[in-house]
């Protein structure tokens, strides 16, 4: 019995996958796209910055165009998580629930897991433009509006700074984890960004689905929008178990052909070092994809009969 051997192994079928999926097909490579579903796009009330909407786009359409786009090139996302990666001489075999498969190249795109948020129905609260989670994504989106910032640990301040040139009236909580030392009570200060003392203790929803961020000393402080900056952390482990580099927050490593330091396995998206937006998971995917392409036997096209 032969065993298939596919050219490309995509692992996660967000926006970097999906992109990189339709280049492949379209260099007639014959690519896999295993995906556990629950990509970042799905969340996306409606993205107002990826290129040429200008109305936007709901998240959740954008993915579905980018899997009917594969579908014209005979592409399909099959469902599974892979849950083991190893090499086995030049290929590489990944388990997955629907079985194992082989393939000569890997790319990986499997995105970030936001930290867990601390308030009930979050998913409702996001979906309604209440709790966001990307300052670059929606600044814009919410001019004027009251801004809740909840501080991180990576990057204390700079969030409600940012966010202050979008509206006159941004709020800074404090936690527990995450106090302020006095340079940076004096940079919100210049800046005039309000930050509250008491650490912050939980998030509610309001009927009309509003945030209020209660505080140590219970008191309860109401917002038109919040940004839980709580961090995230890269899903590169199946790149960590082949030896793979990666820096902050587990983001991998790669060079300008989007290579790991894995030879043949290449990583796009939020699971690298970089801006997490879809364009640029986009962009990295297109130029993933000629690489791998380049970097695979050529298969010359037969003389049409
Ligand atoms: C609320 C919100 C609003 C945003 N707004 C914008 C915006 O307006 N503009 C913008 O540019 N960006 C926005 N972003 C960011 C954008 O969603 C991400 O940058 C983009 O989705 C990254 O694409 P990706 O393909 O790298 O990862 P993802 O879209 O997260 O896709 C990764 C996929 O890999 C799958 N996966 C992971 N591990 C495995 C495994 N082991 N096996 C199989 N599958 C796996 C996941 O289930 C997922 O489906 C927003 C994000 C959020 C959360």
């Known amino acids: 019995m032969t065993i ?22 379209r260099f007639r490579r014959e690519t896999i796209v295993i995906d556990k579903g629950r990509s970042r796009l799905d969340l996306i009330p409606v993205t107002h910055n ?10 959740f359409q954008l993915l579905d165009n980018l899997r009917c786009q594969l579908g014209n090139y005979g592409g399909e996302v099959t469902e599974g998580e892979v849950t083991a990666l190893r090499k086995e001489g030049d290929l590489f075999v990944a388990e997955y629930d629907g079985g194992q498969l082989r393939a000569r190249t890997v790319l990986l795109a499997t995105g970030i897991a936001d930290a867990g948020l601390p308030i009930e129905n979050w998913r409702e609260a996001v979906a309604a ?24 640990d990576t990057n ?13 009236s941004v709020t800074l909580f404090e936690r527990d984890e995450v106090r302020l030392d006095g340079e940076q009570r004096r940079k ?13 203790k939980g998030i509610t929803m309001s009927e009309d689905m509003t945030p209020i961020l209660h505080t140590a000393d219970d008191e309860a402080h109401h917002f038109d929008v919040v940004y839980p900056m709580l961090g995230e952390a890269a899903r590169s482990d199946l790149a960590q178990e082949l030896g793979a580099r990666t820096g902050n927050c587990m983001e991998l490593e790669v060079d300008e052909h989007q290579r790991t330091t894995v030879p043949g396995l290449y990583a796009v998206g939020d699971v690298v070092k970089g801006l997490n937006q ?4 986009a962009g990295q995917a297109a130029v993933a994809a000629t690489a791998i392409h380049n970097a695979l036997p050529r298969q010359f096209r037969a003389s049409p009969r």
């Open 50 to 59: 990826f290129p040429g909407f200008p109305d936007g786009i709901k998240g």
């Open 188 to 200: 919100l200060e210049a800046a005039n960004v309000r930050y509250v003392l008491a650490p912050l």
């Open 4 to 25: 298939q051997v596919h050219d490309t192994l995509i692992i996660g079928g967000g926006p970097g996958g999906l992109t990189a999926a339709i280049y492949l097909r």
């Open 129 to 152: 433009g209440a709790v966001r989670l990307c300052p670059v994504c929606d600044g814009f989106d919410v001019l004027d509006k009251r801004i809740a910032i909840v501080s991180s």
């Open 156 to 168: 204390p301040v700079g969030h409600a700074l940012f966010m202050r040139t979008f509206s006159s």
């Open 278 to 281: 879809i364009s640029v998971a």
